[in-house]
């Protein structure tokens, strides 16, 4: 019987045909004649025996008979696929059907070998930035890896560096925020964040996942506010929404990547670029800029009225308990959206009609820009502000829920006595960010070179590892358990004022969230930041995704692409500013009583829940995400200061970047 | 001694590093350790024995002392070279001054290899279609022919497609004149016509060439001409210029070709794109629009009053003799102008200008679009809308000449009996047009790949070729010598109306110019239209230019480079409509006595004349370019047929075109 893993095989090196050796052991695939393409099949003999020498596994392939491709096979192989398009997310529903009908691996693998060649490469998911570096770097360190791979034997080869700041000058403020748009885990953050929470499938079950609509929501609020701290980190003002679409979009963009499906180089925006209809007949897609206007406008209709309409004409509250986590199924939108007639799909769509802008009728025959593609989309500076104006449909329903009671903040018998964060030698209540130097393997990517490791050299942002040591009394007299919420926001505004209470709300970044048990008396409890539950860490966000991988299409693997989803824990802290960015440090224990989820939690990957959730389990926590800064704080509270209840507590952390940069040790 | 055929295989695989294997014979440069890069010296031993078993021949380099290279390599390994850029010319000549003055061929050879690796590769002028595919065909294609070269042994290797058209949908317009702005050919004319007209060296003798100015005029205004005819056989009005210079270009491109030296694409121009004042400090360009219109209104005024300011304050006539030589080296502008402050440097800024109209600060750090490349421009739908205004304003010049008297065209004694076009047993008078597929080896532009010929099979333009029968009358009773001149243009404007003659003259395409000799009485003159002296065969246009190349540096490789100038034949006769465009032919015969230039021809390459004059000599020609078209004609004469004198004579042709396709037969 076919060995399942050899089946990971067929990701290697995408675009080569399936019969050129694939994986660090050389293995070969036994592929029948008739399974060659029509370019192939006539020199059979000479390319099947090209890579045989240096052989040392065969995998045979039964040659059975094909199931209907036609529908696959209708996005051709060169084209961009891309799942805001849903003329594409029909053909891959239908590539999934037909692997999950067959009978046997054996089957599984022939018609896998067969499709290969002859479906997009971007159908074969999952891929990742391994697969196509293509979307993850520059084409010129992309030629010099091709240099590197053709010229020196494996064993002397060196890693080729990704400059720095190679996509916009200091001429564009916007470029300040390379290291934020353009970091690779934060891109491979967001399409593995996609992956595992997709809005279409042919099975409403892989939709269905507990809080997916308010999970949308929350992540990119938290995407906003991540990025909003990091201007303040460049003396760059808030971002202002993209609200007037009928408006010139003022940020440029040129991605400086080419596709290797495609052959060609993703295309750029100019500056001050307008939104048009879109008529691209050959992807069926014929939405005017009136279609998203009508569709606003009714979700704000919604919001304003209290209840969305559903497609039998029944109201749906949009009430505190499930309110947010209807709209962020409507406004994404998925298949869960109560109407999807009437609320259409808005941020998809925001997405498409941005990343046509240079050709919306295919005129010119041209591909989306990178606002059309999950794992390129965050690159853009127009992403954010696209972005920026969802968030503001969704806090517009927020800030009609009733503002949260002290009652409801507080927890009775619990206080915090004090916060202190740590650095190694550092001063307290100092945090340090500077840059580092990292390797990751490409060569899976790399087609039609010899093989062996290629090693790309990237610049991120990194900080020195830190620990809270917080206080906490428990005069209850029992034991007691406590959900500790940390989070982070500047304290002052744009002009050097202090932040009013409802602005900073906005720009509070989660740091951790984790369960404490707190003994009556006073109790230390120290958490460390590489235990976050918003991050995964390095190793985890550029794993090699051969080794230690479990059999293809078991439970055991969807677990492992899971584990993929978190937040890169060398972005956990904002850049700062050289002289120190002024900020303020939160900490609430509530009462675990009231936030608990009574459930198993099973496998290896829950340790990133605050903004991927644990899967096929429940979000582990009952409060709204973002509790407690999700709604307006309760009447008379300006200043964050007058928020705090005894089981809260802030102090004035300082966020200083120096200017160095450090190589990574392995 | 060096041999200097070896210099050329410095030219193959442009980006490889110099100590791979090179040439169909596998030849090695042994190069000194010293010479070889920071990578690649410290691991000398390997890189250099990588291809050692399949060697042939070795090139010993001797290691000398290097002369400064620090203007040539001030330009980076991975920008984009322009001739177009002041910056980048001052960097080839110097490059060129160093070459020139090395004492020895072994010398040459030293500093050329080590220069080899370290200077941008756009320097290594000549290049050409097989050194860069990349300027001339689809980035799809070139990964195509990847593919081919690393999965198929070359004798199995199959020619890669470049589709018929692929930079835009039939939704565009513009688009139908795909066949003509990105045929190879016409392409490759217009970068061999600029290698061997340059506008600027550090030798002037370099530019003075005979005529330049005009040439410069005349070639263009023939492509303006030539377009138009072919804009008429796609049911497309006439060009309108580009003269408001700060309104948006309607036209857009996407030209979907990669730049191999940079590894970027080529930027696209969206629709609707202005131009915006220059201000690129790496590149020494501070230019505003207002610059352009000062020039232009200078123009102007020099050719209102008749006469241009010198640098000394002197007035220079712009007469019948020497005006459009004057205007052509002033517009262009070479180093011939006579006063570069006052007149600028029009038609290469609206170059540069164009092409850097997606980032003019360099904000983005783009490089420049096709229009700012000789071997791409012609790609552009807006080259020819700027051609057509800077031939506008060659005409005010011309417009004020005084017309042709019936005298100045007469011949006394000569006259044209009759004139019949034939094509191999197709009706007299019809010219045949059709699409034709062929085949050029691309293989030397392959880098890092393996070695072998790669062909790429382009659909172009081709037509049956056709033999003039002229019945000449010579009533004077000597023998005499005639220039025969012969050129076309449609008979009927865009509405179907008889062409006015002041019109129909501006749309006149040369197709031929002969010298004929005349015996007293009734003569017939057969002449075949592969004889034609604006062309160049098939072959040259695509000939291998490592076969029969002579020794760099010899008189006889200038010979050779310039052999490569000349229209494409397959482009001779325009494209005509499927139900026949309705042209007129026009044939003179004037008076050889008048139009003679006593010169010496050497070599082989004075045959393609009418665009490209004759290398070293005077154009062979004492009329003006275009004669005797090129002046309004005298007054009372309002359409063609009143024009003639009776050494003229015109017949209606009709061209048809098939759409039909077939291969090429090697």
Redesign the interface.
């Known amino acids: 019987m076919a060995d399942k893993k050899n089946l990971l095989l067929l990701f290697d090196h995408p675009?080569?045909?399936v019969f050129?050796d694939k994986g660090k052991r050389v293995t070969v695939f036994d592929v029948p004649d008739s399974f060659l393409t029509d370019?192939?099949r006539p020199?059979s003999n000479?390319?099947q025996s090209?890579v045989g020498d240096k052989v040392e596994q065969r995998v045979p392939v039964r040659e059975i008979s094909i199931p209907d491709l036609r529908i696959p096979m209708s996005l051709g192989r060169?084209e961009q696929f891309s799942l805001f398009l849903p003329k594409h997310r029909r053909i891959a529903g239908r590539l999934i059907d037909i692997f999950m009908n067959m009978r046997s691996v054996d089957d599984l693998q022939s018609v896998a070998v067969y499709a290969r060649d002859r479906v997009n490469p971007g159908l074969d998911l999952p891929s990742f930035s391994q697969t196509f570096p293509d979307r993850f770097i520059d084409?010129?360190v992309?030629?010099?890896m091709?240099?590197e791979?053709?010229?020196?034997?494996p064993g002397?080869r060196?890693p080729i560096t990704i400059p720095r700041d190679?996509?916009?000058?200091d001429?564009?403020p916007e470029h300040r925020l390379w290291y934020f748009r353009e970091d690779l885990g934060i891109n491979l953050h967001h399409w593995h964040w996609h992956l595992v929470y997709p809005f279409e499938a042919s099975a409403r079950s892989i939709v269905t996942k507990d809080c997916r609509g308010e999970l949308f929501y929350y992540i990119h609020q938290q995407v906003i506010a991540r990025f909003n701290v990091e201007r303040f980190s460049n003396n760059l003002a808030r971002l202002l929404p993209f609200n007037n679409l009928s408006h010139p979009i003022s940020e440029?963009?040129?991605p400086?990547m080419?596709s290797?499906v495609?052959?060609?180089?993703w295309?750029?925006r100019?500056e001050s670029?307008r939104l048009s209809d879109l008529n691209r007949e050959a992807d069926q897609l014929n939405v005017e800029i009136g279609d998203l206007e009508r569709w606003r406008d009714r979700i704000y209709e919604a919001i304003h009225q209290g209840f969305v309409m559903d497609e039998r004409g029944n109201r749906v509250p949009l009430d505190e308990a499930t309110g947010i986590d209807t709209l962020g199924n409507m406004i994404e939108s998925s298949i869960l959206s109560p109407n999807r007639v009437l609320y259409g799909d808005l941020h998809n769509n925001g997405h498409t009609f941005i990343s046509y802008a240079?050709?919306p009728?295919?005129?010119?025959?041209?591909s989306f820009g990178v606002m059309g593609d999950v794992s390129t989309a965050m690159r853009d500076p127009v992403f954010y502000k696209w972005h920026s104006y969802i968030d503001r449909i969704f806090q517009e329903h927020k800030s009609r829920l009733p503002a949260y009671t002290e009652n409801q903040l507080n927890y009775s018998g619990v206080s915090i006595a004090g916060i202190q964060v740590d650095t190694n030698g550092g001063r307290p209540n100092n945090l340090t960010t500077f840059w580092q130097k990292s390797d990751v393997d490409m060569s899976r990517g790399f087609?039609?070179?010899p093989r062996g490791n290629v090693f790309a050299r990237f610049t991120h942002l990194q900080h020195l590892p830190f620990t809270y040591t917080i206080s906490v009394n428990n005069d209850s007299g029992a034991q007691r358990f406590g959900y500790v919420r940390i989070f982070m926001a500047p304290k002052n505004d744009e002009r050097g004022q202090p932040m009013l209470m409802r602005d900073q709300r906005s720009m509070m970044i989660e740091l951790d969230k984790f369960v404490t048990s707190l003994n009556p008396g006073p109790n230390t409890i120290r958490r460390r930041s590489t235990e976050s539950s918003v991050t995964i860490p390095f190793e985890r966000t550029f794993r090699n995704l051969d080794a230690n991988r479990p059999a293809a299409g078991t439970a055991e693997e969807l677990e492992f692409n899971f584990c993929g989803c978190g937040w890169p824990n060398h972005m956990l802290v904002p850049k700062g500013l050289p002289e120190g960015l002024q900020c303020v440090l939160f900490i609430m224990v509530s009462n675990y009583e009231n936030d608990r989820i009574d459930q198993q939690l099973v496998g290896r990957c829950s340790d990133a829940a605050s903004y991927c959730g644990v899967r096929d389990r429940l979000y582990p926590d009952r409060q709204s995400m973002g509790f407690p800064f999700d709604r307006l704080p309760r009447s008379g509270v300006d200043r964050l200061v007058n928020f705090l209840t005894p089981n809260m507590s802030i102090v004035d952390v300082t966020i200083r970047h120096e200017n160095r940069t450090v190589q990574r040790q392995n």
Chains 1, 2 share one sequence.
């Open positions: 675009t080569e045909p050129m370019r192939y020199i000479e390319v090209r060169d084409s010129q992309i030629r010099k091709r240099e791979s053709f010229v020196v034997q002397s060196m190679y996509t916009a000058s001429l564009d440029g963009y040129f400086k080419d290797l495609a052959s060609r180089a295309p750029p100019f670029t240079h050709d009728t295919s005129k010119h025959l041209e087609d039609f070179l």
